[in-house]
T-cell receptor, first 112, second 116 residues
């Protein structure tokens, strides 16, 4: 069975550019989560969806960040404009209600 | 507010010995779940074990067991017969129940080093 698929695996871009991270959850999972991991702040929950609807976006750092889930099999996390402090590994995870989350391999983002 | 605390930034264990990684939590929700994840140096997050707040018995998965002490709000991970491949970062996480919207937070992690 395919796990959570994230793309790209690595992204290097210049400050000010728009960045779009993509995630395909495990088929049938009704929860989708976006996390950011840095050395300084650890693993932070940014936003999560239930049945494609955003439930809690209190972890989104600022208005430059936005996330969408247009259907059950696709979600995006967008940063516009990007800044060097956004450099991190971004994970997407999905789960069934009450079950463990399954993580994608992450996107390593570097903003120069 | 919910909170997860892992007080051991790093741990060393001799190969083939058992090791306990500490995790305490704080929540007012009576329904919650506790998880442990492993993150090797390659970066992926690997689910290890789960304990529900209403589960009567401690969870076990192969060499992993969760020492769940509800009154003390602790959920320590025990790894038996450590292997070199167990060297990794380990995260404890808690998810509150429906009243908490299934939001999950992670502890700061413990880095485990297994010595040959």
């Amino acid at each position: 069975d395919a796990g959570v698929i994230q793309s790209p695996r690595h992204e290097v871009t210049e400050m000010g550019q728009e960045v779009t991270l993509r995630c395909k959850p495990i088929s049938g999972h009704d929860y989708l989560f976006w996390y950011r991991q840095t050395m300084m702040r650890g693993l932070e929950l940014l936003i999560y969806f239930n049945n494609n609807v955003p439930i809690d976006d209190s972890g989104m750092p600022e208005d430059r960040f936005s996330a969408k889930m247009p259907n059950a099999s696709f979600s995006t996390l967008k940063i516009q404009p990007s800044e060097p402090r956004d450099s991190a590994v971004y994970f997407c995870a999905s789960s069934l209600s009450g079950q463990p989350q399954h993580f994608g391999d992450g996107t390593r983002l570097s903003i120069l | 507010a919910q909170k997860i605390t892992q007080t051991q930034p790093g741990m060393f264990v001799q190969e083939k010995e058992a090791v306990t990684l500490d995790c305490t939590y704080d929540t007012s929700d009576p329904s919650y779940g506790l998880f442990w994840y492993k993150q090797p140096s390659s970066g992926e997050m690997i689910f290890l074990i789960y304990q529900g707040s209403y589960d009567q018995q401690n969870a076990t998965e192969g060499r992993y067991s969760l020492n769940f002490q509800k009154a003390r709000k602790s959920a320590n991970l025990v790894i038996s017969a450590s292997q070199l491949g167990d060297s990794a970062m380990y995260f404890c996480a808690m998810r509150e129940g429906r009243t908490g919207g299934f939001k999950t937070i992670f502890g700061a992690g413990t880095r485990l080093f297994v010595k040959a």
